[in-house]
């Protein structure tokens, strides 16, 4: 029976976990997968700690908060647009490699505020794309039986992303000024990324659930480093057909705030150059499918965020799509 693992009932639409989960399987020796992956985060409106406020509200909290900020603008909502280009290898029967090109695409629109010399109460939109941070790791087989299957993930970023890119929107052309963090496209940092994914399968459904941690190490460039970020996620897959399966998965998302500080992002001029404005918690819940073609595998999730505690003032998050392709052979 040493072979149940790769057999019978890990071959059906349910084989890969939802969309949103990375790093929840892996291959036989020999064997390669590609995958493109899509994520697109949508985030509207300011929200202090679990409060939502208006763009106007915003600016004028700014005015008495710690930091004093928001004299220049606040941000009123932004998408992070994310292409992922994935490949996975099965070295031997117990240990898969991959990699993972990261191409951020970044929005942010703004009202400005008291402080611009390019007028109060206008607007104006920043734009951020190009390579991010390279995604390189392991996937360990800690324990398979014919039923349950335990995964470890050592994984790791390397500072590809570009951390020092300009803009002079915000002063409609008067000066140049650094992007603040969110629009930055790297973290500048090698990061750890361990996690570790449990998987039990049933005749007709599949549950699972996984741990992550995105841990930067020691600081960028510019002289920060990213919070570290946590992530719990559990979720339930049922077959509809051999092909065809249903997802609901639910996602905690914990963000410490930036440690120390890039002279270039003036606190005043608006909440995004805050470093202890970064961290919060938020609460997500997916639905999705998963279908197979052929040998193409098809993944897809929406993932409205239902609850969020922002520390300071920050965008709130109102949802992600994310969908994927994938080829094994
Ligand atoms: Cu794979």
């Known amino acids: 029976m040493a072979d149940d693992h790769h057999s019978g009932r890990r071959k059906l639409a349910d084989k890969h976990a939802p969309a949103g989960i990375m790093g929840d399987h892996i291959h036989q020796p020999g064997q390669w997968m590609v995958e493109y992956k899509y994520m697109n985060m949508y985030m509207e409106d300011n929200r202090i700690g679990t409060q939502t406020v208006s763009d106007q ?23 992070m647009e994310m292409h992922m280009m994935h490949l996975m290898y099965g070295w031997t029967e117990d240990i898969s490699l991959y990699s993972m090109v990261m191409l951020p695409a970044l929005t942010m629109d703004h009202l400005r505020g008291p402080g611009n010399p390019a007028g109060s109460g206008t607007s104006f939109t920043t734009h951020n794309s190009g390579m991010g941070d ?22 790791c970023s390397v500072p590809t992303g570009d951390l020092f890119r300009t803009s002079s929107a915000p002063t409609a052309g008067m000066m140049n000024q650094t992007l603040p963090y969110p629009m930055r496209l790297g973290s500048g940092t090698f990061n750890a ?41 559990n979720w339930f897959q049922c077959l509809m057909t051999d092909n065809w399966a249903l997802s609901i998965r639910d996602q905690h998302d914990w963000r410490n705030n930036i440690s120390g500080q890039d002279p270039d992002a003036t606190d005043m001029l608006i909440s995004t150059n805050v470093e202890n404005f970064r961290g919060g918690y938020w609460y997500s819940l997916a639905v999705g499918t998963q279908f197979t073609v052929g040998k193409n595998y098809f993944n897809a999730e929406i993932v409205p965020t239902i609850g969020q505690n922002l520390d300071g003032i920050q965008l709130e998050t109102d949802y992600s799509i994310i969908a994927s392709w994938s080829l094994a052979f």
């Open 134 to 155: 390279l995604g390189l790791g392991a996937l360990m087989r800690l324990y398979s039986d014919e039923r349950n299957d335990w995964l470890l993930n050592l994984g």
């Open 57 to 79: 509200a915003a600016i004028d909290w700014g005015a008495t908060s710690h930091p004093v900020t928001n004299r220049g603008a606040t941000p009123t909502q932004m998408t």
């Open 193 to 233: 990324r361990p996690g570790v994914t449990y998987r039990h399968f049933f005749d007709l459904c599949s549950f699972g659930s996984q741990a992550t941690a995105d841990l930067p190490i020691g600081r960028n460039d510019r002289g920060y480093r990213l919070g570290e970020h946590y992530r719990l996620s």
